[in-house]
DNA sequence: ATGAAAGCGCTAACAT
DNA sequence: ATGTTAGCGCTTTCAT
């Protein structure tokens, strides 16, 4: 079924083209008679507009792309990944516009897929991972003036970016006042030294957890290193007044690769079954583990919602677009 | 930074822009030097020609989908689908194709994103979920005369409809095999009697578990019901003798669903214990489940990579596609 | 309110 | 080997 044109109705209406396009723009100079005729005719014949001809005459793609991060292992590896996906989708579409998926992996020539699709401006705006926001990525987008929208908290020190985010500090401080509410009043937190240095979130969810702390007087512990904890519990096994008091009895993990790291390491450790742990973000099979694992809920879905919803902003040059837009979370069932 | 077009190109070079075209795309009718020239003065500027104008005068799109089915759980719940993606899109960058995601989600407007991206012909090509491909979305696109391929096996009695799909049957078989070289004897299969009605792809695990069975001389039991189990257990706890051969040592799950309905049940049953359970397809967590799983690995990356391929091939008019490709798989770790 | 014509950036058939 | 010209399907200015 070859496609019918723009000139092949107006052909059949025994209008101009230029008629055609304002009915389908919307124009309103143009007769209540003639539209009508025009859009039976359109309807009729299942006319679409060759949105490929739309966009070079206006110059858009109507397409905005969203780039996924395979070496944050986390984003793909995560199934509820994909709520992100669904949020910006709903967004998009509503916007009728499509949905550009890239990766920034290097193709086999020089250039990575990301880089390609700025540089031939096959988008007309873009969501990507924040960490995918380098000095290199920034720059290029700039230059070919790409608007662009982070997912989490953007920490290149540079104008005129905006992100989306979980709010880590708050998720730090309910998942803490959760576990004083089940009782528990040696709560200790774990994360990798480097990874608090390296992820502004961890450094959120434990300043999360350090207010919440702080506010019912209780210890604030940092655990940086899992030896730490295999010798508190050799400790507590050794002690012979058995005096809990400093020992943990909640562990918050701060991200999931440090949750199945105690977990892994709990094979030859009898520790776990004294110690209630707590983690960030639900995951597959939570509630199958040997031993039940606390977490709070991101809004992913959310997050997608408010991601693209600031891309249309963007790229519709609007007024007063936040720097950013912070995502509650809250405790999962 | 506004972009170059060929015409400032050409200029640039003292040459018609038809030159600059050929110089583009390869063209041997032209001479060493005014190619070296021309492709200097690109670099020089960071020429890219814009693929839209290019799309519409090759009238393409540069672009292959590829269709989500959120409707379909197992498919986006499994992370492991993300493999697939990879797969394709290995292929497409190599292809210097791009990749659009849609679902088949109801806008809400009255048409679907699938259903846009065909009748727009958005893409030059598709692949989708066979489970996507019913008697409808087969007409659009045989309609809009849009090459696609299909993952998973094609149920659809239609011309001209090419899948690849794991080869469930193989799957089934080596499960088995494994499981009777761990020592079991009485191995039984559970698959919900409605959904070995549905997916094909369970009838055939369990074609390829009663091959072995059969080749062993052992016998063959399909459950298609979970109370089924329960009442066997209450049995053999009750049987005096403890005679074991009639019930089962080990059991496959014929999807993850049924083994997660199996693991749920068993936080008030004991039998578990005394079960050794497998599954198709790896999941997530699989180690840290309270009782060990085996399974069966799905190379679904290279499913992904053979559907990418097979699709070029479709839109390329090739000769000699097969009309489906079924991939192998192998007993996981 | 409608038509005529130029142009978006590129390719391709036809000249030379 | 290179230039000329006519599209690809649509929008948009400028007439009328």
């Keep these: 079924m070859a496609r019918m044109t723009i000139q092949q109705i107006a052909d059949l209406a025994g209008v101009n083209k230029a008629t055609v396009s304002r009915v389908i723009n919307g124009n309103s100079n143009i007769s209540e008679k003639t539209r009508l005729r025009v859009e039976e005719i359109m309807k009729k014949h299942n006319y679409v507009p060759n949105s490929i001809a739309r966009g070079l005459a206006f110059n858009k793609t109507f397409t905005v792309g969203f780039c996924f991060d395979y070496t944050d292992k986390q984003a793909y590896a995560n199934p509820f990944f994909y709520k992100v996906l669904q949020g910006i989708e709903e967004i998009v579409y509503n916007h009728d516009y499509l949905f550009l998926m890239m990766s920034d992996h290097d ?20 969501i990507i991972p924040n960490t995918l926001l380098n000095e290199q990525n920034y720059e290029l987008l700039v230059k070919h003036n790409m608007p662009f929208v ?7 020190p540079k104008e005129g970016v ?19 509410e089940l009782g528990h009043r040696n709560i200790m937190i774990y994360a990798g030294a480097a990874a608090v240095k390296r992820d502004k979130f961890i450094a959120d969810r434990i ?11 209780l210890n604030v512990t940092v655990i940086e ?6 010798t508190l519990n050799r400790n507590r096994l ?7 008091r400093h020992y943990p ?36 099979m939570s509630q199958y583990m040997k031993y039940p694992v606390h977490f709070v ?31 509650l979370t809250k405790i999962g069932n």
């Design 249 to 284: 009895d909640a562990l918050i993990c701060c991200t999931h690769e440090q949750l199945f790291e105690i977990l892994d390491w709990e094979y030859g450790n009898p520790i776990l079954s004294e110690l209630t742990l707590a983690t960030f973000d639900n995951f597959p």
């Design 297 to 327: 809920e991101i809004d992913l879905e959310m997050m997608g919602r408010q991601a693209a919803q600031m891309l249309f902003s963007l790229m519709n040059k609007d007024e007063g677009i936040p720097k950013s837009i912070s995502i």
């Design 207 to 217: 300043k999360g957890y350090t207010n919440t702390m702080m506010r019912s007087k």
């Design 107 to 126: 193709n086999k020539k020089r250039q990575s897929t990301f880089e390609r699709i700025v540089v031939e401006h096959r988008v007309d705006g873009l």
């Design 238 to 244: 050794e002690d012979e007044h058995n005096d809990n």
């Design 225 to 230: 290193n899992a030896d730490v904890l295999k």
């Design 150 to 156: 982070v997912t989490g908290e953007n920490m290149l």
């Design 162 to 180: 905006q992100w989306v985010d979980i709010d880590n500090v708050q998720a730090g401080q309910i998942l803490s006042d959760r576990l004083i």
